[in-house]
């Protein structure tokens, strides 16, 4: 029943004691509403319920209610009803916008200022259905989809809930493939001429133009035993394309003696095409055309090929 003032020897009817009971627990009868809707002073320990298909207000404002009156509010409509602070301030810790069967209570401390103790039931039913879904909110908690193998989850402000599942862009500085190859068999020169030494690789086609690709290098060289003064030189090559000189006179020592010795290197190209791309290593004499090796001892020589994402 509304907020009754008593007398003195009043003496209550059964029907008043029964109504009085129902509003101390919560319940009692209900004042029904179908359109938005402004408290007054007679809502006082009574029970207002909406029942709207649209979208629909409660407004609370000043000097209606004393301290410690109650108002419980309940929506059994399919429209959001939400409580808005007219004149009066509200206050709460959980939201004001109530959903189907979504209920609450406004507590006045004071005639112009209400907290609201909401009594969400239908917001502790998770929206989430599908393994690996996650939790989102926008104005209520929301169902993030799961997205699909090797997604990322990324933030982004024109999505409803400001998360979406989307794929690294390029790989993002990740190793995407690896190639390895060698050469093993002594071969010489006695030409300052560069000529191929058959250690070469190809990797497979590349993600993007923008992916670089590292060569790795071990080599295994050494000028002739009996002339002094000559060393070995070496140069990496994309296809025809010269990309650098390795060496330029690996086992140089002045001195009429084999000199043999291991060539260690890398070298991290941007091809920008995605066309497999084939590398490989030539030799050359240094200083005179008096002879070098390569894969000395048929020691294997490696080339190591890794993609790396843009």
Do not use: H
Request: hydrophobic share 40%.
């Amino acid at each position: 029943m509304a907020k009754q003032t008593f007398t003195t020897g009043q003496v209550l009817t059964a029907a008043q004691m029964t109504s009085l009971q129902q509003t101390a627990m919560g319940g009692g009868s209900t004042t029904a509403k179908t359109a938005s809707y402004v408290l007054v002073a007679a809502d006082a320990g009574t029970v207002v319920q909406m029942n709207s298909a649209g979208a629909t207000t409660i407004t609370v404002n000043t000097a209606l209610f004393a301290a410690g009156d109650t108002v419980q509010i309940q929506n059994v409509g399919t429209g959001v009803c939400t409580v808005t602070a007219g004149t009066a301030t509200v206050s709460t810790s959980a939201v004001l916008a109530l959903k189907q069967y979504d209920a609450g209570s406004l507590y006045f401390n004071s005639t112009s200022a209400a907290l609201f103790f909401a009594a969400d039931a239908a917001d502790n039913t998770s929206p989430l259905t599908t393994k690996g879904d996650l939790y989102g909110f926008s104005t209520l908690n929301a169902r993030i989809p799961i997205g699909t193998n090797n997604q990322v989850l990324t933030a982004d402000s024109a999505e409803a809930l400001g998360l979406k599942w989307a794929t690294p862009a390029g790989g993002g500085g990740k190793l995407l493939a690896v190639v390895q190859a060698s050469y093993s068999g002594q071969i010489s020169s006695a030409t300052t001429t560069y000529a191929d030494t058959g250690l070469t690789a190809t990797t497979a086609a590349l993600a993007t133009t923008g992916s670089r690709v590292k060569i790795d290098l071990s080599m295994y060289v050494s000028p002739r035993s009996n002339v002094s003064g000559n060393g070995v030189k070496l140069q990496l090559l994309r296809g025809a394309t010269v990309l650098t000189e390795i060496t330029a006179d690996a086992g140089y020592n002045g001195m009429a003696q084999e000199n043999r010795m291991n060539v260690g290197f890398s070298y991290v190209d941007s091809p920008a095409t995605v066309s497999a791309t084939t590398y490989k290593v030539q030799y050359a004499n240094a200083q005179t055309a008096t002879g070098v090796y390569f894969s000395v001892a048929n020691t294997p020589c490696y080339i190591i090929l890794s993609e790396i994402g843009a």
